[in-house]
């Protein structure tokens, strides 16, 4: 299996299995520094990035919605100075598909 | 006294007093549809903003953020698909301040 953010997103169909157990684990361990949490009933992936101001937090904003575009996949980006919060989380399955975890590896690189 | 949105962003001290009483009513009133919060003990300005798609969106939030370096003035800016959260306060005084009023109104502008 390549990389995670060497692979690209599937697509997503509304009976695809949310990714559980022991492959999120793996997955986990593979992207690091992400953190699982649960927003009501839907596990999302979070990670807070830090900058040196407001223009290269912004800048990175804009580098992680240019990603999503890419890989139609989208997440919520919190913008403020300093800092950037990104949250992968796949709507059509309220919870985590593969495609997550590939965007977080990938929004790891533009960091 | 000239509309919000022809006003700048003047410097904020910590002894600012925050906006309250009935200079915040007015100024909510000239506003129009922004939602008062509180995070904490922090009061906050917040308004959504919709879009048709991402790209919409993305391009709003690059817009504000030119917007908040112009008046050096950061708000914090949530974007997902399609829609758009801005909230503005000031961390000086850990409330709100005039400066907030004038950013808001030029956010409506940039919808």
Known sequence: MKPLQQQ???LCRADSA???GAEL????GELGDWQLQMQGSVQQLEKLFSFSGYAEAMAFT?????LAEAEDHHPAILTEWGK????WWT????GLHINDFICAAKTNQLA
């Open 8 to 10: 690209q997103c599937s």
């Open 18 to 20: 949310p990714v559980m």
């Open 25 to 28: 684990d793996g997955l986990m």
């Open 62 to 66: 804009q580098r992680v919605g240019e």
């Open 84 to 87: 950037v919060r990104v949250t």
């Open 91 to 94: 709507h059509t399955i309220k």
